[in-house]
């Protein structure tokens, strides 16, 4: 099995543990053969370009996301992505309110560690 094929059966099972979906559903929602998707998880086979596009639909990740390695610094963080995506969903002063919390919390962080690095310092 190539290095490529391992990252890809990798990431695809990673990715169908994150979404919660078992083989059967994903089969069904992506439109692939049981068998070919086993296989293909099971880092057997290649999967084919049409097919890595159709699996990116159902774990709603581009096609960079099959190909990252285990560097914890290119981990994706699906539920942060979904939730990220359902902001575009909310009014404008929701989104709005929501951009202040976060950039508060962000801005409180960066004064602890300030804090702290001056104390031990």
Do not use: H, W
């Amino acid at each position: 099995m190539s290095d490529t094929t391992k990252i890809l059966s990798s990431n695809i099972k990673r990715l169908r543990s994150l979404k919660g979906l078992s083989q059967k559903e994903v089969c069904a929602t992506a439109d692939i053969p049981q068998g070919q998707y086993s296989v293909i998880e099971n880092g057997k086979v290649t999967p084919t370009i049409p097919t890595l596009e159709k699996l990116a639909g159902v774990f709603e990740v581009s096609l960079v996301e099959f190909f990252r390695t285990d560097d914890p610094q290119e981990a994706v963080n699906l539920p942060l992505m979904e939730k990220v995506k359902l902001l575009d969903q909310l009014g404008e002063d929701e989104r709005e309110a929501l951009l202040r919390i976060i950039d508060m919390a962000i801005s409180n962080k960066k004064l602890k560690d300030n804090l702290s690095n001056l104390i031990t310092s």
